[in-house]
């Protein structure tokens, strides 16, 4: 068995890397900008370099986890259609054809995005209304996937965070604790709410269902609701922050890409089928804890 990890070394792929490291399972790993270990660079906006770079790196994969995502997110695809596309919808489908070819299974990570936030917690089957660019792109690539593969896993996830600080496009929590460790003020959006997500327990998730043949599309996202303003706070609190840098923003811009307010999956359909426990904010919090305080000894 060998997992191919493409973007192994972002967030989300470098859990997997660290589980399958874990768990003994072979795998081979791609990156693009960050150099890191063995990773190979594979350039997912070049067709061409992309179908012969995973040809020679895994002729023969078990499964292809695709993590590869866009530095800059909503904004960035807003203003660069054009790449957005490429990344987002015609590299997705030419993996998956590639993993038809192969007979390989294929683990796809969606987003809360595909939804507009009128009428939350979203289940599985709820109809999708995506607001922007991104959430259009991603439910695009979700359609193709489920017309065109049997053996397909879709993650639906939002609000994902854990302890990264050396990368180039942090998440939430990563770019909060940068700012507040430069002295600067963080301005926080009080009208945004969704559901945290640990990366642990994302991947752990994913890779149960993987391991226990439950294809289809789920929802695996932590189990509590927060705004981020709170969510901030909470954080300072643990980590010991100056809680007074952070702004409350209660009215989004006017400027704002269009995005769901309340972003709130329901997550009954995955839990009757997993063991892993999708933990509330607080406990994912106490995680994000106990990995700086490895992290600084």
Known sequence: MTYLILGANGLIGQQFVKLCR????DYVGTRFSREKGDLKKVDFLDPDHMR??????CPTPTAVINCVNLAGGVNFCEENPGPARKLHVESVKQIVDWCNNKNAEFVYFSSDYVFDGENPPYKEDDPTGPLNLYGQLKL???IYIREHMQHYLIARTTNVFGWDPDTPTP?????????LKEGKNFNTPAYLYGNPTHVEDLV???LELLDKKHYGLYHIVGSGYIDRYDWALKFCRLAG????KIIENKEPPKNIVPRPFLSNLN???????????LHDVDEGLQMLMAEMQKSVR
């Open 171 to 179: 998440n939430f929590l990563m770019y909060l604790y940068q700012t």
């Open 22 to 25: 874990g768990k003994n399972i």
């Open 204 to 206: 752990k998730a994913a």
């Open 241 to 244: 922050l100056d809680q007074s």
């Open 267 to 277: 997550i009954d359909k995955v839990k009757k089928l997993i063991q892993t426990k």
């Open 52 to 57: 012969e770079a995973l040809e020679n790196l």
């Open 140 to 142: 695009e690539s979700e």
